[in-house]
């Protein structure tokens, strides 16, 4: 938890009750990894948005915060789990659990009541179809990747981004109640995407899993085969990601947009790929082609879904 101020002398500062403890709530709203609950959040609206028939848009509302808030959960608890390795690891050596500002037991707790409650309220809001899926999501993420997977296997992100993949699917249920082909390709897609973006970051972040014990695709098998790795898993990305145009579930606008996105994510790879390296496999250039390859990847996935929903806004 927050602790409280120190004057100059060392004596506690006077408290002013009137002034809320910003710094306290944003600890509890970084248990929730708000930059991976963005693109969760995009992608289930995408998937509300994309589904045939209509929902209420107050009842909409509800369902991304639900997606939103169970992400969110979901990542809480990760986080708990977690807390020993990114005690260990540069880039989460801060985070609220392990720098002491929050105890375990309590972020625990309040990601267990907001997975409870992000379930309970889709189900009433729309149906519990989507209610499910969600379920199921947060389930996979907290069971299957964080506490299967992820210290067991160099397959745990493969695997474990299926969790990732899943709000599509959830958002196409709140509007139907049901799952029909694109909903699924959407989860596909997803599910491709995520080892070439999360294997681009863990290229140049590798020592951190490597402190952990953590036996990400670097430290097992090492940089060379990563990044051959990395365009596999992008060259079968690509005509999956294009694959709802020829199937007539999308129209030209996404078609266009998918081809150029994949092959700037292919041209990407390749440079990853054709990094210059050492005997080793090492980086020479400190992993720069990787860092851009990530960036894209963001990008990459982004302007996919919002050129699926610009093709059914503008073309119907």
Known sequence: MSQSAVGEEGAAAPFDASTPDFSEIRDWFALLKPRVMTLVVFTGFIGMLVAPGSINPLL??????????GAGAAGAINMWYDRDIDAVMRRTANRPIPAGRIRAEEALAFGVVLAIASVVVMGLATNWMAAGWLAGSILFYVFVYTMWLKRRTPQNI??????????????????????????????????????????????????DYQRAGVPMLPVVAGAKETRRQIMLYTLVLFPLAVSPWPLGLAGPIYGVAAVLLGLGFVFCAWKVLRDDQDPQGRSLTKDAPAKRCFRFSLLHLALLFAALAADRLILG
């Open 158 to 207: 493969v695997i474990g981004g299926a969790a990732g993949a899943f709000p599509p699917v959830i958002g196409w249920a709140a509007v139907t109640g049901s799952v029909d082909l694109l909903p699924l390709l959407l989860f596909a897609i997803v599910f491709a995407w995520t080892p070439p973006h999360f294997w681009s970051l863990s290229l140049w972040a590798h020592g």
């Open 60 to 69: 909409g509302s509800v369902a991304v915060l639900c997606i939103a808030v």
